[in-house]
């Protein structure tokens, strides 16, 4: 199969010739240019990406938070936190970001893929997720405990965004979408479950027609203990899921229970990756695909992105025990 047929063929739940390797986003230099030489333009990209043995290419990405303040956290990582709680002014004034720039690298990057054999995703940012990130958690639980018409109002506001850019991406020859949508810390949600449904569904219902209305697969990125966003994402016909993160939830248990009906991405701990010894990355890496390969409906990732931070030698050792992994998905 080549890149691009493996990766639209899980996301069916159809048969592949090996578990599908493909990194949703990525920050590691080093890396990169190691399977591709430097890179300075969407070719380079797809060179890197093949060579390495991946499915996909990210040309663009459509991120509207319109504000966001980062943090350091205890891995010495930048994390978005903090933001105050917005009013309805700041909502209706919330200017929408210049996507000029994202558009001009579309053409090139598919170009690109198609040379290479790969298949195309774009991103957009879930509004619950944007409104988190721009105002902070705890702030945001403020809104929706004071004036849930605000939150309502700013969700509202980026996924029109978001149907917009997706109707202008029709002209575009892509294969899937991607919606970064964080909702969840290691314990569950960040709000309780009927609280969530009642901002989140609608909207995204509303957004997800329109990738149904061109025929495109549509997948979710989030963060944290998932097994309560599953069955929102499997009822809004969502074809994949990226994260499933180690440290929150059981790939086993996870795969058992939704990988029947969702393609799941993911669930190396990108901290293991930095810390461990090459040894240990590539026997943790085959207990991964292991637990997620069987049946199918599964793509050996990162739960999050790779970054400089990780040894070069430590991610060919996880890259080299997925791509030379001998168990066919069934």
Not at 86 to 97: H, L
Not at 105 to 117: L, N, S, Y
Request: hydrophobic share 40%.
């Amino acid at each position: 199969m080549t890149p691009r047929e493996r990766i639209m063929a899980v996301l069916a739940g159809q048969p592949t010739d090996r578990v599908p390797f493909n990194e949703i986003f990525f920050g590691h230099v080093a890396v990169s240019e190691y399977f591709g030489g430097p890179q300075k333009t969407m070719r380079d990209a797809a060179r890197y990406l093949y060579n390495s043995g991946q499915c996909s290419i990210l040309p663009a990405g459509f991120w509207w938070a319109p504000s966001s303040e980062y943090h350091a956290t205890s891995e010495g990582t930048q994390r978005y936190a903090g933001g105050h709680p917005w009013t309805m002014e700041e909502v209706e004034a919330m200017a929408e970001p210049d996507v000029e720039p994202a558009f001009e690298r579309i053409e090139e990057g598919i170009a690109a893929a198609r040379e290479f054999g790969l298949a195309v995703h774009i991103f957009l940012m879930n509004g619950f997720h944007s409104a988190s990130t721009t105002m902070g958690l705890e702030n945001l639980c403020y809104v929706l405990y004071d004036t849930p018409e605000v939150l309502h109002r700013f969700i509202e506001r980026v996924e029109t965004f978001n149907r917009k850019m997706l109707r202008r991406l029709a002209q575009y020859d892509i294969d899937f979408i991607f919606f970064d949508g964080d909702c969840a810390y290691k314990n569950g949600l960040m709000i309780a479950p009927d609280m969530f449904r009642e901002v989140w569904h609608e909207q995204t219902h509303e957004t997800v027609k329109v990738c149904q209305d061109y025929g495109w697969p549509y997948c979710y990125h989030t963060d944290g203990k998932i097994d309560e966003v599953y069955p929102l994402l499997i009822e809004l016909g969502f074809s994949g899921t990226h994260g499933v993160e180690s440290a929150a939830n059981d790939l086993v248990d996870i795969k058992a229970r939704f990988g029947k009906e969702i393609t799941l991405f993911g669930n190396f701990d990108i901290v293991d990756l930095a810390m461990r010894t090459p040894e240990e990355i590539a026997a943790m890496t085959r207990r991964m695909l292991e637990a997620g390969s069987p049946g199918g409906r599964y793509v050996a990732a990162c739960n999050t992105l790779p970054g400089n931070d990780i040894p070069l030698e430590n991610y060919l050792a996880f890259r080299d025990t997925i791509v030379n992994y001998s168990g066919v998905p069934a």
